[in-house]
């Protein structure tokens, strides 16, 4: 039933990282994007990502034989931190190793934005620019872990409490409160979260008429954001010009039911490593293109896509060496915790 949602996980990291080359070609690198323009709101793959993990959450919560808020809270921190610690690690790594070949010391973060980044307090500055979308996803496990009672319970507060996060923050991006960096506890795109939440609700009960139909209107209204709302415009009404279309085309691919292969289920799992490295690879295929060919990845088209391929590829690698052995090993540690709380209870 998921493949559908599998896929869109890696459609959503691929239009980030799309976004942020298309950004750094026409914002200053001197590029010449033509075809890659077809990525200038590709940031709406954030508003994927935050709908598809209001749902999975909500889903796998929904259907967890035992609720527990703490075994709950400590398979996000495994899932999230470690890997994303491990990328940052090797961050920091090459910053050192340009500042050594080549003196440029600028791209180092102040201490504060270290210690930020490093335990993701909530900020919209990071060393590694889209962590502040973790930060907003953390803030939900917490509110969640606290409101929601277990499957079967009265879900009235977890749903009451996102609608009052949701309302807040539509209330504090129309007044337009400035709380510098803060100001992302109350972003926009928490309502995604929500809209990701009663998917799964109504799926659940049933609710399944017209996914075909949804998709296509989802798809539709995602491409018409992506082709006329430039991504840096997407804030105020975000939750409307991508939430929105974004929890329709959610919807619809629960209705999607394929046999993914395995390059296809390998492009979903390795999406948060390339969420992750993509940012980190374009600068350092950057740097090594322009001392070998002596021109910039962001030159044209041509030098773009490559750099694109090339940047899923490494995460795909990446995720194959490393991310998987380390899920494998955090799921059967997980496991053994599960089974003796299992035993626990049945002795007591």
């Known amino acids: 039933m998921l493949s559908g949602i599998h896929l869109l996980r890696g459609v959503a990291a691929l239009l980030v990282a799309g976004f942020h080359i298309y950004a750094a070609s026409a914002g200053g690198e001197n590029g010449n994007p ?100 973790l930060t907003i996803e953390l803030l939900f496990y917490v509110l969640f872990a606290a409101t929601f009672r277990g499957p079967n319970s009265d879900t009235s507060l977890v749903f009451t409490s996102m609608l009052s996060w949701a309302f807040l923050s539509v209330l504090y991006t129309v007044a337009g409160v400035d709380a510098g960096g803060l100001n992302v506890i109350f972003h926009p795109a928490v309502s995604e979260l929500l809209f990701g939440m009663i998917i799964c609700e109504l799926w659940m009960k049933g609710m399944r008429r017209f996914a075909l139909p949804m998709f296509a209107f989802g798809a539709g209204g995602l491409l018409a954001t992506l082709i006329l709302v430039p991504g840096h415009e997407l804030h105020e009404w975000r939750a409307l010009q991508a939430g929105v279309p974004a929890a329709f085309l959610v ?15 390998l492009f ?81």
């Open 251 to 265: 919807y619809g691919a629960l209705g999607l039911n394929f046999r993914l292969g395995f390059l296809g289920k």
């Open 34 to 133: 033509v075809l890659f323009s077809a990525f200038k709101g590709g940031a709406l793959g954030v508003d994927i990502f935050f709908v598809i993990s209001g749902f999975i959450i909500y889903y796998a919560a929904a259907r967890a034989p035992v609720w527990s808020s703490g075994r709950f809270m400590a398979g996000r921190f495994f899932r999230i931190y470690p890997v994303y610690w491990a990328v940052l690690i090797g961050y920091f790594a090459l910053l050192i190793g340009l500042w050594v070949l080549t003196g440029d010391a600028s791209r180092f973060a102040d201490p504060q934005t270290m210690i930020r980044s490093i335990f993701l307090f909530p900020s919209d500055v990071h060393v590694i620019e889209i962590s502040w979308t």
């Open 268 to 348: 979903g799992d390795a999406s948060y490593m390339l969420y992750l490295v993509h940012l980190p690879a374009f600068m350092v295929l950057g740097f090594l293109v322009e001392k070998a060919a002596g021109i910039s990845i962001y030159a044209n088209d041509l030098t773009m896509g490559i750099t694109l391929v090339l940047t899923v590829v490494a995460a795909c690698v990446l995720h194959l060496l490393f991310e998987r052995p380390y899920q494998v090993w955090y799921k059967a540690l997980m496991a053994r915790f599960d089974g003796r709380e299992k035993q626990a209870h049945q002795t007591s």
